[in-house]
């Protein structure tokens, strides 16, 4: 059974341009989490999705990033008009309803320049 | 809201030797999930163990346990017979029962040197 895919595993991006992470969550996992995590910091919750649905972004930034989780294909993280506070290495987590396990993904390193 | 400290910024412990991380939290909630984290220099984050709060056995998975202080709101991870594999940051974090949200809320880490 495969893992929490995430891809790209590194993107650099110049400031103002857009970037798109992707996360494949584990088959059969419904439930779809993002995290960010700063330099020597822990990670910091950001979103939560079902297939469809946004159930909690209380941790988004109101402005500029955006998820979705559509019916097929993967989960994406969307962060428009990238500035330098935005490098982080950015983790998707995914579960089945109800057993409050996360597995995580290897994470997406975002440099901006 | 929840919170999570981890009060050891950076520990270490002798090759075979046994060490102990600490984590408190704080929730006025009866029902939750406590879970401790592995982040190696590669980056990725493997769960060590976990731990429902509603059973007071203690988890235990190989050489790693818990002491799960309920009143006390205290999560502590023990490593016996330490490896130079077990060197890695280690993250506690907390998820709610309650609100329909399932986000783990995360300490900010203690770092294990394990010495030869």
């Known amino acids: 059974n495969a893992g929490v895919m995430q891809n790209p595993r590194h993107l650099v991006r110049r400031r103002g341009q857009e970037a798109r992470l992707r996360c494949s969550p584990m088959k059969g996992h419904s439930h779809v989490y993002w995290y960010r995590q700063l330099p020597e910091e822990g990670l910091k919750f950001m979103v939560y999705l079902q297939k469809e649905n946004i159930i909690d972004e209380s941790g988004m930034p109101k402005e500029r990033f955006s998820a979705e989780f559509p019916k097929e294909g993967p989960s994406i993280l969307r962060i428009q008009q990238v500035v330098r506070g935005d490098s982080a290495a950015y983790f998707c987590?995914?579960?089945?309803?109800?057993?409050?396990?996360?597995?995580f993904g290897p994470g997406t390193r975002l440099l901006v320049l | 809201a929840q919170t999570v400290t981890q009060s050891q910024p950076e520990m270490s412990v002798q090759e075979a030797e046994t060490v102990t991380l600490s984590c408190t939290y704080d929730?006025?909630?009866?029902?939750?999930?406590l879970f401790w984290y592995k982040q190696p220099p590669s980056r990725q984050m493997i769960l060590v163990i976990r731990q429902e709060a509603y059973k007071q056995q203690n988890a235990t998975e190989n050489r790693f346990s818990v002491n799960f202080q309920k009143a006390a709101k205290s999560f502590s991870l023990k490593i016996s017979d330490s490896q130079l594999g077990d060197a890695a940051m280690y993250f506690c974090a907390y998820r709610s029962e309650q609100g329909g949200s399932e986000k783990l809320v995360f300490g900010k880490g203690t770092k294990l040197t394990v010495n030869p």
């Open positions: 987590a995914s579960s089945p309803s109800g057993t409050g396990t996360q597995y």
């Open positions: 929730t006025s909630e009866s029902d939750y999930y």
